[in-house]
């Protein structure tokens, strides 16, 4: 059972400064969650932000040495870095502040709990919801435009047999998280390339709700057992907590840092999930993503950014924002006029000053808690809202020399923007890896 998914590990001892020339060849997708959906607890959940574990298992290699490492990811995400450390044998940190992502993220970091106990817990979840006979409960339009009758049926039944069941154990996390990884096949909806919800885009494919939870399990049962045979020690542990304070991690306890935070690309980490919010009754519409999940989050979209209540001059007030502030402030600027000729007169000139008021704190922060020496990984990509472009990976590698760090090195791995026809704008950008010196 455990066989067919073992895949070779990919190992290489390259250092620092020779990764470049092996990184640049290859059409990279080290950026992107892909090839984590065929990973053993990594595909538990499809989270479109994520980048590639077999990638950071790689970078871990490169600085572990002989050495016992501390691995951290300031910015958690689903939990890749950290589980990805754990494959590698080392102790591993996370924060993530979305309260629904940081959710899932902890649930994978269970793989080490019984798989039996799991699967007999999980099938008396599905037993019971077959045999529940009662109305489904009221669920906002978003839910009910996403799903079939039947399946939002069978849905509801789940839900409600996993209330029943819950006793807070780490089994029943399990169990939720398996009904939240199939909250999405059985979507008649489809989705945006970013995750976002497309009620009006009908997808051919509808998978039946029990079945699927069914097939989910299975798959988690096989994957925990594959992780126990082969990683052996659960070394991770994810906190929901804030980048800009890491206040749960001591300081002078890190080594290396291999994360990516939110891009200034508008991407909405909360409307990604809004979906599974909906269904789980943790939000009633699109109104109440702003409190409960965006106002946890780096301001890194325009949706965070109201104009009345946000003003340039005191975000640009910021004395971390020093070293970059003449330039910073000419963007800012030149957003503010921009916005006034677009229709959608989108905040980017606030989303971006706040961004990086964000950032600087986040480096305070994390030169905190990293050891002399450390190595930090920011996956990062530059972007050009209406046009005007933003230098964020050198921005971002002032940012953190200001803040103590001792050197910022900018390693491309891919052009953006620069295939299609229709694309908004003509600035090329790039994404790539800011390797920062501690
Ligand atoms: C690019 S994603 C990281 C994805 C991760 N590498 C993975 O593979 O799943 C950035 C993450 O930063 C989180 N985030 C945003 N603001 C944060 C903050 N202030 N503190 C901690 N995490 C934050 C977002 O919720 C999102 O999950």
Redesign the pocket.
């Known amino acids: 059972m455990a066989s067919k998914l073992e895949t070779p590990v990919l190992v290489q001892t390259q250092l620092f400064s020779e990764m470049e020339d092996t990184y640049k060849k290859t059409t990279d997708r080290t950026s992107t ?1 892909v090839d ?1 959906m065929k990973l053993p607890v990594h595909r538990w959940f499809r ?1 479109s ?3 590639s ?1 077999e990638w950071v298992k790689e970078v871990v290699k490169s600085f572990k040495d002989n050495n016992q490492i501390v691995l951290f ?9 950290v589980l990805a450390g754990e494959e590698c044998g080392v102790k591993s940190y996370g ?4 309260p629904f ?2 959710r899932v ?1 902890k649930a994978k970091l269970l793989w080490y709990e019984d798989p039996l106990d799991f699967k007999n817990f999980a099938t008396r979840v599905l037993t019971h919801a077959r045999n529940l006979n009662e109305p489904s409960d009221q669920y906002n339009t978003l839910v009910d435009k996403c799903y079939s009758k039947d399946n939002l049926n069978e849905l509801d039944k789940l839900k409600k047999s996993w209330i029943h069941y819950n006793d807070g154990s780490a089994i029943s996390e399990l169990t939720w998280i398996a009904l939240v990884g199939i909250l999405r096949a059985t979507a008649a909806a489809g989705t945006a390339p970013w995750q976002y919800v497309l009620p009006r885009k009908v997808k051919k494919v509808n998978i039946r709700p029990y079945d699927a939870f069914k097939r989910q399990i299975d798959m988690m049962f096989d994957d925990m057992i594959y992780f126990q045979r082969y990683v052996k020690q659960p070394r991770g542990v994810i906190y929901e ?4 304070t890491c206040s749960k991690i001591e300081d002078d306890s890190i080594d290396l840092i291999v ?5 200034t690309n508008n991407y909405d ?1 909360a409307d990604a999930t809004r979906l599974e919010l909906s269904f789980f009754g943790e939000i009633k519409g699109w109104g109440d993503l702003q409190d409960k999940i965006r106002s ?3 301001r ?1 979209c325009s949706q965070h950014m109201i104009s009345k209540n946000d003003d340039l001059n005191e975000i640009l007030n910021d004395s971390n924002l020093t070293p970059i502030i003449d330039e910073l402030r000419s963007v800012c600027e030149e957003l503010g006029k921009e916005r006034l000729l677009h229709g959608g007169k989108k905040n980017y000139h606030l989303m971006i000053a706040a961004y990086f008021s ?1 950032l600087a704190k ?1 480096w305070i922060a994390l030169r905190r808690v990293c050891r002399d020496n450390s190595n930090i990984c920011f ?1 990062i990509g530059d972007s050009a809202p209406y046009g005007v472009h933003v230098p964020v990976d050198r921005w971002l590698g002032e940012l953190a020399v200001a803040a103590g760090f001792k050197s910022y090195y900018f390693e491309k791995t891919r052009d953006r923007n620069i295939k299609w026809k229709n694309r908004k704008h003509k600035i090329p950008l790039h994404e790539g890896r800011l390797w920062i010196k501690g």
């Open positions: 969650f984590n989270f932000a994520g980048f574990a990811d300031p910015f958690a995400g689903s939990g890749t870095t924060i993530e502040s979305h992502v940081v993220a907590d804030d980048a800009r994360t990516s935070p939110p891009y980490y946890h989050l780096i890194s964000d986040t996956v």
